[in-house]
């Protein structure tokens, strides 16, 4: 299977899940994962509203069943059923008659983009706002008041959902690969991750065999990442790295987002992934902003979490507006990244630990039938190095706490040739995986 | 207050202590301590004679009535009355009549300076001598002899004094600050740093509300220094930081020794005190030569000490000299390093250690109306970055290990911007002090 | 003495020594301990044929009478009386009648050198060849078979024969000191090696009171030395430092192979050998190759062990050829490389470490009489420093962990010219040894 064969697949979930209206909370945050399920087995978790969570309290359930703003002749300037965006996130129940100069501050526009209808969110804040494009504003502005303002939501206690996959590997080390399902029609920030985390789940069930167990959580940002922390504690204090998947669908460059160790190997596979895709990209330092890496990271848990995006969130102009659509954001590109991800893990899969079994002297090359045909021929193919050289090498420094891509680091050698050397090694009995 | 209306106040104790012939014992050490008392309330404490303190005793207690050469006419060439520094510190007593060939091998001369009469110590030596000029020599050598000379002095058990002032802050980690008082008529050297340890004990006195215990140390160097350690070997054990004060007034440039540890934080923290202020220094390397840090630094206790000097001692050509004198040595000199040091102890004061309280994901900022007003807005005085985005890093980083200038100076921002946003966080209860 | 004087009685032993067919197990190696005994009280132990040892079994016992190739006139053209090395070590016996087809498979010319016998072994292959010269392949070739082709040889149960010689020192820490006795007739590559252990050995054990205890060990390379690990694995684990000796009597250029660790100060030392003697040499890194240094520096034992050597393995084209041979390897090269061990050992025996015995501040010199008479005088063989300024930091550094060389090091000062100020120190008991 070559990931291209997927994209035909990833649009058309591309074009079914963009038109949800997503929240913190909510039924198209359930029927999102209802949909993600067709791909993998999520298990879905309701967290009740007014739970505490950590130094956070889960809020209150939004629903929203329409909203407009009318002018004196009944005639609807604004409706949301148009788009999702019209009104910003969690706004309260409206429904009033006002004029212009009442009306005005209730309407948000882009700052830069005129035709964009901008996307905000007024969570914690008890409020209501409209989110028009300076078009609308201007039609809006040179109507007729008084203006009938109606937005027909709800807020009341209810439950947040948090979708969860823990693909059991080999062993019990886990990766936490997260995505945040909040985003209502925001086609680059959020669904493009979503898509890829569930397509990336998929393929590593397909795959089978794998080593490290991989956690996916598909939940709201911020809040819900905190409430699935606060709920798996202990697991995500054993975890060593977390990919944090979002911004993937983007027509500009590739970039990654650095883990706040920039010396953790973590970094390096991703460089490695780059390298030897042949990608280029742009490198961001760790930063305290961003996504969910700002809890995974914190103190408490103190994950090495990554982020591969294409069209990074905060870079591109369309970001959080009307413009971040499937306009913007094609399944190729979905692709592309996954692409990236799948090479990132497969890097990660081989990252294996050996421990000579032979630690005392040296082991007897031919005794297990180890003395290479082609003995001590440099081959190019190994670094200029020859077989039985790499062998000694992987025998003296297999101790059990390096890695063999740290060995093949220290020895600037490929990974990739020494793999098959180590294996032969560990069929042999000499070395054995820790 | 400024620190520059203290100069006519330092000038007067200059003027008053200059004169008193100071040496490892003795009276005019009690009488500089007991003026000293005016300014803070030293609390003085005798060694008797013969007292073991480490690898030392405490010697006999000295005193001097008076010494005089006279020729054979009876015409005093040298008197002691006209200078401290005639007579050799511990000088034993003597009289005698002898000749030019017999006194000459117990004049000494300053080897490079003619007009000064040099300073010169016989302490654990049991021996004498006279220091002149070197024109004073001459007028000797073709002065009719026999000559009388007489030193009246007094070597017998008594005590050593050491004076001492704790000033007790909110935390019981102490700060080592030591001066010496055995230097008689000496300005810069021991005088200079004696009158600005006290003019700092005082002004931090007056302050009060400081975070770290102070313990001013006034004694004799070496002897009374080893002898203070050894009374309080438990408590400079624990001392993790030392100033050791002398030579600080000086017309020359402004310079540091560093610690032993040259990472130390304290070396950077003067280090910033000396940019801070914009004075030009220069840096002395840790040396075991030196003063009290000797003892301070010494294996069983590390203490990193640094000091803060102007002309420091062993570089100025006057050093050991009549010519280290109330010409040299100038209260507005003294109050410019006194300002340093109070700048230095500013930091220190300021070097506190915070541990973000909720370390496990993020803070709800606005939970607890940390929300920033200009929100993300980039601020100059905050290094071009965003007081949320502070806030962010303060709680990402405040660990319970990281001081708070550990902090700033990973973050590349200055810790007087961080202090009043970590203060914040503290009075909401996110942070806490450690 | 000096060395030199040991160059004729060096030249004996070469000569003695040379011609024994010695080979992993058998009577040449008894031989050749029982000379070896003529200088040092070797201990001898022989370990039984079939021993497990590790990954690894002692072999068979091998002997070889004579062997020959006849053609069909019953002229011999290849005698193994005529040299060791025309017969593979370990080879089976053969008793055939061949003609050249079958032969000629049997026959190993040397690569590159037309007039060498290649040095060949088969010790685990259960196989044999003839090494003969490109001229001796050439008169084979021409002449008229069938051939008769006979080995003399036998491989049966038996023991393999190890040397050992502890020369005890004050202190049980020891420094492990190997070469190998398996080579027959090889002058540089392994019996220059062997000969100068055993000078080395006599050496310090006429000097006699030695800091360290010295294990000399004298045995086959690869099994002999697994098999002495084997059977003094706790010993071994607790060495620090290991000197392999071979190689050391070639006419070329010094070198000197790095241990495992670059940072350890065996290495320094070395180094600094080469340096004070003057001996420009090459530096090799460490390798996972060499010699028995793979047994030592394995994970069980990690010993940092370093190799010495004049025209090093691998490197003279003479190497695993007749041309190793005494025209190759003089007695006045051997002694050359004994000067520098011994030298080296010098520099080991010389690292001491002190602790100051009042370590809470100063030790008062006077009381000690330890101003230095000189006192504060820079001294060009003090590397510009003054006595006095090495007597304050070798007090200040000398804290039971740094050794004097590691003092010497960070003072940037000739451990020699810090030695006899140290000793004083000692004497006068201000400093210990640890």
């Avoid at 983009?113 to 040179?142: K, M």
């Avoid at 899969?349 to 039938?369: A, G, K, T």
Wanted: aromatic share 10%.
């Amino acid at each position: 299977m070559t990931v291209t064969s997927l994209i035909p697949e990833i649009r058309q979930y591309l074009e079914r899940l963009f038109p949800l209206n997503r929240s913190l909370t909510g039924e198209a945050n359930r029927q999102t994962l209802s949909i993600l399920r067709e791909l993998i087995p999520l298990s879905v978790h309701e967290v009740p509203s007014g739970t505490p969570v950590y130094d956070w309290i889960v809020p209150d359930e939004w629903a929203i069943r329409g909203a407009w703003i009318s002018d004196s002749h009944g005639r609807r300037l604004i409706d949301w059923a148009e788009s999702n965006l019209h009104v910003a996130s969690y706004s309260i129940p409206v429904n009033e008659t006002m004029d212009w100069s009442a009306l005005e501050p209730r309407l948000q526009v882009h700052p830069e983009l005129p035709d964009a209808i901008p996307y905000r969110t007024l969570y914690y804040n008890r409020d209501w706002s409209f989110c028009v494009t300076r078009g609308q504003y201007e039609t809006i502005r040179v109507a007729d008041g008084p203006f009938e303002v109606v937005i027909d939501s709800e807020l009341k206690p209810g439950s947040m959902t948090l979708g969860e996959f823990v693909l059991q590997g080999r062993s019990s080390e886990e990766i936490l690969i997260s995505c945040y399902i909040c985003h209502p029609s925001m086609a680059n920030d959020s669904l493009s991750g979503v898509i890829l985390a569930a397509f990336l789940a998929r393929e590593l069930s397909r795959r089978g065999d794998l080593k490290y167990t991989y956690r996916f959580v598909f939940v709201p940002e911020t809040i819900g990442a905190i409430a699935y922390c606060a709920f798996h504690e202990s697991e995500i204090k054993k975890v060593d790295i977390g990919l944090v998947i979002t911004t993937v669908g983007g027509p500009g460059l590739f970039g990654y987002k650095k883990s706040f160790d920039p010396t953790h190997p973590i970094n390096r596979l991703v460089e490695e992934t780059f390298h030897d895709a042949g990608v280029g990209h742009i490198t961001y330092p760790f930063d305290i902003h961003g996504s969910d890496e700002r809890q995974y990271s914190s103190q408490g848990f103190r994950v090495n979490t990554i982020t591969i995006c294409k069209d990074r969130y905060y870079e591109y102009p369309e970001y959080h507006s009307s413009l971040d659509n499937l306009d913007f954001v094609k399944a190729d590109a979905i692709t592309a990244s996954l692409d990236l991800y799948l090479r990132l893990i497969d890097k990660l899969e081989n990252r294996v630990i050996y421990r000579n079994r032979i630690p005392c002297c040296e082991v007897m090359l031919s005794r297990h039938d180890l003395y290479p045909a082609r003995g001590g021929a440099q081959r190019p193919e190994l670094g200029g190095r020859s077989e039985l050289d790499l062998i000694l090498w992987l025998l003296f420094l297999s101790d059990g706490r390096r890695s063999i891509d740290d060995v093949a680091h220290e020895l600037n050698v490929g990974a990739k040739s020494l793999r098959p050397i180590a294996d032969k090694l560990l069929k042999k009995g000499v070395l054995e995986l820790v």
